[in-house]
């Protein structure tokens, strides 16, 4: 009997602490997770538990990062839902131990992998192989065990990752398998974007350029394969952010009226004025993909200096140097799919059964000129109930232990103040001066609870304490800031994979997987440091 095609599966999901996430139902309790394409696995770690389950009794220790973050517990199958899709036996860790701390304070108790179901990209899967042989299929990911129940179906995955306002909610947003949303069916003739490099275990692309108001900036990679004046690209709903090398963050958000950058010991931060309608676009397949200028930013909490409360807004996108550790330059998180309907396409069914190469689609939901006006009625609405924002300069210079510029009103940003003024000069970058005299140092009692959360939830700081902890003040400025560099690490807990498999509506059979080679012992009873170091971002 012919199989009925599947109902279009769009499970509704919502932007929580920065990070988009979604219900799942494993073992009859329904569980929050966030959905990631830079991993494979299933884990979840519910404060209530889930009940009696096929517990394996097989440890496996996951650390993402630096390795000071992670997440440990022990291999199960259990009865799995998610949205119209039924998996009677479904293999997950049940974690029992997680130091991602925010994340769970945040409601989020645990991870869906959307990527590759290879052995060398599942640590679930290697270690069901090493102990079991590599016949075993009962490690399969969730997608994998989704496209196997449904060998006639497209096999490709589609995300709209929504936005209400100024990311204080979101008005929906759409997971789909095998069917894109009615309203962004033009998707299907976007360029396709192949895997680069070719063959690769990761949804990396080239990025073949990035423009700012129109003018195009440096972008080079270090990878000794990408072509000269592009980038390989990650593109990764896990990553609340977005993570370029220092030198291509530095010349776009140099390019922002009015930013200044502060920079120490501790890292480095662009502050930016809130209502910059500065234009950003990244280049895939020779076309424009437009950044809504709101993505550009984060407002932070109040700050109060000498008694009066102020906001600013601070770089939305991160900047780290060697961040993909050779496999990768930039990680594109949500601050950039937010703009776009993204297809991540297994590989397309081929005349004599076999599968295609995976790629990847994108389709602009961004109209440049329409973002652009937003700014003011948005941004001006949420600011309109905040304190006044602290000029980008004299926000800066008070980290530095400089004079405010004097062309400024006590630093206080009029709230019909435009973004049209000069690029900032080298007064700006305040970490490029040779003075350091201010930083790393201070009076004495410098330790005396300078920091301190406010009767209103905001920050008070002394003079003392921002020449003392410079960068460290800026970073706490917002609790989203804060949850998102923590979240980040989630983002960072890739191990993106590569398969195959798609989407024409008549396919011969299921999906065809190329075995990778572990990277792992097989006698390995945990995976810690070599889950990873392998795939660390």
């Given at each position: 009997?012919?199989?009925?095609?599947?109902?279009?599966?769009?499970?509704?999901?919502?932007?929580?602490?920065?990070?988009?996430?979604?219900?799942?139902?494993?073992?009859?309790?329904?569980?929050?997770?966030?959905?990631?394409?830079?991993?494979?696995?299933?884990?979840?770690?519910?404060?209530?538990?889930?009940?009696?389950?096929?517990?394996?009794?097989?440890?496996?220790?996951?650390?993402?990062?630096?390795?000071?973050?992670?997440?440990?517990?022990?291999?199960?199958?259990?009865?799995?839902?998610?949205?119209?899709?039924?998996?009677?036996?479904?293999?997950?860790?049940?974690?029992?131990?997680?130091?991602?701390?925010?994340?769970?304070?945040?409601?989020?108790?645990?991870?869906?992998?959307?990527?590759?179901?290879?052995?060398?990209?599942?640590?679930?899967?290697?270690?069901?192989?090493?102990?079991?042989?590599?016949?075993?299929?009962?490690?399969?990911?969730?997608?994998?065990?989704?496209?196997?129940?449904?060998?006639?179906?497209?096999?490709?995955?589609?995300?709209?990752?929504?936005?209400?306002?100024?990311?204080?909610?979101?008005?929906?947003?759409?997971?789909?398998?095998?069917?894109?949303?009615?309203?962004?069916?033009?998707?299907?003739?976007?360029?396709?974007?192949?895997?680069?490099?070719?063959?690769?275990?990761?949804?990396?692309?080239?990025?073949?350029?990035?423009?700012?108001?129109?003018?195009?900036i440096n972008v080079q990679s270090t990878i000794p394969s990408v072509p000269a004046g592009q980038a390989q690209a990650m593109l990764d709903t896990g990553d609340p952010s977005s993570i370029f090398p220092t030198a291509i963050l530095d010349a776009i958000y140099s390019r922002v009226p009015r930013a200044a950058l502060y920079s120490d010991?501790?890292?480095?931060?662009?502050?930016?004025?809130?209502?910059?309608?500065?234009?950003?676009?990244?280049?895939?397949?020779?076309?424009?993909?437009?950044?809504?200028?709101?993505?550009?930013?984060?407002?932070?909490?109040?700050?109060?200096?000498?008694?009066?409360?102020?906001?600013?807004?601070?770089?939305?996108?991160?900047?780290?140097?060697?961040?993909?550790?050779?496999?990768?330059?930039?990680?594109?998180?949500?601050?950039?799919?937010?703009?776009?309907?993204?297809?991540?396409?297994?590989?397309?069914?081929?005349?004599?059964?076999?599968?295609?190469?995976?790629?990847?689609?994108?389709?602009?939901?961004?109209?440049?000129?329409?973002?652009?006006?937003?700014?003011?009625?948005?941004?001006?609405?949420?600011?309109?109930?905040?304190?006044?924002?602290?000029?980008?300069?004299?926000?800066?210079?008070?980290?530095?232990?400089?004079?405010?510029?004097?062309?400024?009103?006590?630093?206080?940003?009029?709230?019909?103040?435009?973004?049209?003024?000069?690029?900032?000069?080298?007064?700006?970058?305040?970490?490029?001066?040779?003075?350091?005299?201010?930083?790393?140092?201070?009076?004495?009692?410098?330790?005396?609870?300078?920091?301190?959360?406010?009767?209103?939830?905001?920050?008070?700081?002394?003079?003392?304490?921002?020449?003392?902890?410079?960068?460290?003040?800026?970073?706490?400025?917002?609790?989203?800031?804060?949850?998102?560099?923590?979240?980040?690490?989630?983002?960072?807990?890739?191990?993106?994979?590569?398969?195959?498999?798609?989407?024409?509506?008549?396919?011969?059979?299921?999906?065809?997987?190329?075995?990778?080679?572990?990277?792992?012992?097989?006698?390995?009873?945990?995976?810690?440091?070599?889950?990873?170091?392998?795939?660390?971002?």
């Amino acid at each position: 009997m012919a199989r009925r095609p599947i109902p279009l599966a769009r499970p509704r999901m919502r932007l929580l602490g920065m990070l988009y996430v979604t219900n799942i139902t494993i073992n009859g309790v329904q569980v929050q997770v966030a959905l990631d394409t830079g991993s494979t696995d299933l884990w979840v770690i519910p404060p209530g538990g889930i009940g009696q389950f096929n517990d394996t009794g097989i440890s496996l220790e996951l650390l993402y990062g630096d390795g000071s973050y992670g997440t440990k517990g022990t291999i199960g199958v259990a009865p799995f839902t998610f949205g119209p899709y039924k998996i009677d036996q479904q293999a997950f860790m049940n974690a029992v131990e997680s130091n991602i701390g925010l994340m769970q304070d945040s409601g989020i108790y645990g991870l869906m992998g959307l990527s590759f179901d290879f052995s060398s990209a599942s640590p679930i899967n290697q270690k069901i192989k090493s102990l079991y042989g590599p016949d075993a299929t009962w490690g399969r990911s969730v997608l994998r065990n989704i496209f196997a129940q449904n060998p006639t179906e497209p096999n490709f995955i589609a995300i709209d990752l929504s936005r209400t306002g100024d990311l204080e909610d979101t008005s929906g947003g759409s997971f789909a398998i095998g069917e894109y949303e009615d309203k962004y069916a033009a998707v299907a003739n976007k360029t396709k974007l192949t895997q680069y490099p070719y063959g690769g275990d990761r949804w990396t692309t080239l990025l073949e350029g990035i423009y700012v108001d129109g003018t195009a900036i440096n972008v080079q990679s270090t990878i000794p394969s990408v072509p000269a004046g592009q980038a390989q690209a990650m593109l990764d709903t896990g990553d609340p952010s977005s993570i370029f090398p220092t030198a291509i963050l530095d010349a776009i958000y140099s390019r922002v009226p009015r930013a200044a950058l502060y920079s120490d010991a501790t890292g480095r931060v662009w502050v930016i004025p809130c209502n910059t309608t500065t234009h950003v676009e990244l280049v895939f397949g020779s076309e424009r993909y437009a950044i809504h200028p709101l993505d550009l930013s984060t407002i932070s909490d109040p700050l109060t200096i000498d008694g009066q409360q102020y906001v600013a807004c601070v770089s939305s996108f991160k900047g780290a140097d060697n961040w993909g550790a050779g496999d990768f330059d930039i990680s594109l998180g949500d601050t950039f799919l937010r703009n776009v309907y993204s297809v991540f396409d297994f590989g397309d069914t081929l005349a004599n059964g076999s599968t295609g190469d995976p790629y990847m689609q994108l389709l602009s939901k961004i109209d440049p000129a329409k973002a652009i006006a937003q700014v003011a009625s948005i941004r001006g609405q949420t600011m309109a109930s905040l304190p006044p924002e602290l000029d980008p300069a004299t926000l800066v210079a008070l980290l530095t232990g400089l004079s405010p510029d004097p062309t400024t009103t006590n630093g206080i940003v009029s709230p019909s103040a435009t973004d049209s003024s000069t690029l900032p000069d080298s007064t700006s970058a305040a970490g490029d001066s040779s003075d350091s005299s201010s930083k790393g140092s201070g009076p004495s009692n410098a330790g005396n609870n300078l920091l301190s959360a406010n009767d209103n939830g905001g920050i008070t700081v002394d003079e003392s304490t921002v020449k003392h902890y410079g960068l460290i003040i800026v970073c706490l400025l917002s609790a989203n800031v804060l949850l998102s560099l923590v979240l980040i690490v989630l983002g960072i807990m890739a191990c993106v994979r590569r398969g195959s498999s798609r989407k024409n509506a008549t396919r011969a059979g299921a999906p065809h997987y190329v075995p990778v080679k572990n990277a792992v012992d097989p006698q390995d009873e945990a995976y810690s440091g070599g889950y990873q170091k392998t795939y660390v971002r």
